[in-house]
């Protein structure tokens, strides 16, 4: 059955989820040095309003396994917060009401910026609100954004890659910020390739500011 998830935090220890299709309900927050999914599957509970932080400033946050679902209840909120970047490899989804989401990379506002967004899967929030931007406050529409990295393939700041993101009426903030202006590719929001798109309905808005580069 599933594990739950209680409010747990590691200082200088890496958690693993790597129970083999299994399921860990994110039921508290957690917040380690580094955290790794490399199987199973991420459940938030009905209700719940939970962060997952990484606080390595090393390593990227990898979302990986079978992905992370809200699959019953009530709307909830989960937050991911990662000393770097984050990688989102394997769906973010909910089937059952709104889960309203945050992806905040950078979040220790080391300095110089340093912490891009890579979503290389769906993001489905059925309702719900996405915020992705970065830093150590709150993330508002053009306040707190994430930076693209020299060592990356793109210096953007947030990168939609062969996936869509949708809020299904939500509201979306993509604050996104290039790392070098003089560079090509560093673009504050890079969305590249088929199927990939930031889109919501109904009532619901996306704001992306226009944003100078970092350098």
């Keep these: 059955g599933a594990r739950d998830i209680k409010d747990w935090t590691y200082t200088n220890a890496t958690v693993v989820f790597n129970g083999s299709g299994g399921t860990f309900n994110l039921a508290n927050n957690l917040t380690a040095d580094t955290i790794t999914q490399t199987a199973g599957t991420l459940a938030v509970p009905a209700g719940a309003t939970v962060t997952l932080s990484q606080t390595n400033a090393g390593k990227d946050l990898t979302i990986g396994g079978s992905g992370i679902s809200k699959a019953t209840g009530s709307d909830s909120t989960l937050t991911i917060k990662s000393a770097v970047s984050i990688i989102v490899n394997q769906p973010i989804t909910s089937a059952s009401n709104k889960l309203n989401l945050t992806l905040d990379a950078d979040a220790d506002a080391a300095t110089p910026a340093s912490g891009y967004i890579y979503v290389n899967n769906n993001i489905t929030s059925n309702g719900g609100n996405i915020t992705m931007g970065g830093g150590s406050g709150t993330i508002t529409a053009g306040s ?13 700041g947030i990168i939609i890659n062969g996936k ?37 309905s109904g009532s619901g808005n996306i704001n992306i500011p226009r944003t100078a580069c970092n350098n």
């Design 144 to 156: 707190g954004f994430a930076v693209g990295n020299s060592g990356a393939s793109r210096g953007a």
């Design 164 to 200: 869509p993101v949708n809020a299904g009426g939500g509201n979306v903030i993509a604050n996104g910020q290039g790392y070098n202006s003089s560079a090509d590719h560093n673009e504050g929001v890079y969305v590249n390739g088929g199927g990939a798109q930031i889109v919501t």
